[in-house]
């Protein structure tokens, strides 16, 4: 009995330590793993799996609203899918780099081609909809 214990309490924890979430990003660390804004002025995605950037501020009543239904779909797509977060009030070079005049504002990033933004509180379903079809990401 202590060993199924164990073993129950083993993997809670492994599921614990490896639930995917949100990663919050900075202007450097956007530089980093997304796109190197100063550097090449073509995208070129520095990533290998396919990515949401939610573009938000702290005080902004639709951010609130997506903010849980994004980590909730990191939790979901686990690693086959990267969500990160850019507070605009503290990231200011990357959200005038990308244009970013009203929140939220979502860039969907396949793993290959072109990115595309979306504007608005959007709704889950909407949300896996551009995941499946404009990430090519499935559950």
């Known amino acids: 009995m202590k060993k199924i214990a164990i073993i129950i309490a083993f993997l809670s924890f492994t599921n614990i330590l490896f639930a995917q979430k ?3 990003l900075t ?4 530089k980093k793993l997304v796109f190197d ?8 995605y520095l ?24 980590d909730q779909l ?3 797509y686990g690693n086959k899918l990267i ?7 503290n990231a200011r070079k990357v959200s005038a780099a990308f244009g970013i005049t009203s929140i939220p504002s979502i860039l969907f990033i396949p793993a290959t081609g072109q990115p595309q933004m979306a504007q608005g509180a959007l ?8 995941i499946t079809e404009v990430l090519k990401v499935k559950k």
């Open 22 to 24: 949100t990663i919050h």
């Open 27 to 30: 202007d450097e660390t956007f």
């Open 37 to 44: 804004y100063d550097k090449d002025t073509e995208w070129k």
């Open 47 to 70: 990533g290998k799996t396919p990515a949401i950037v939610d573009f938000y501020a702290d005080w902004c009543g639709p951010c609130k609203k997506v903010a849980p239904i994004l």
């Open 74 to 76: 990191a939790k979901e």
């Open 83 to 89: 969500i990160y977060k850019v507070n605009t009030e």
């Open 123 to 130: 709704p889950k379903e909407t949300l896996v909809k551009a």
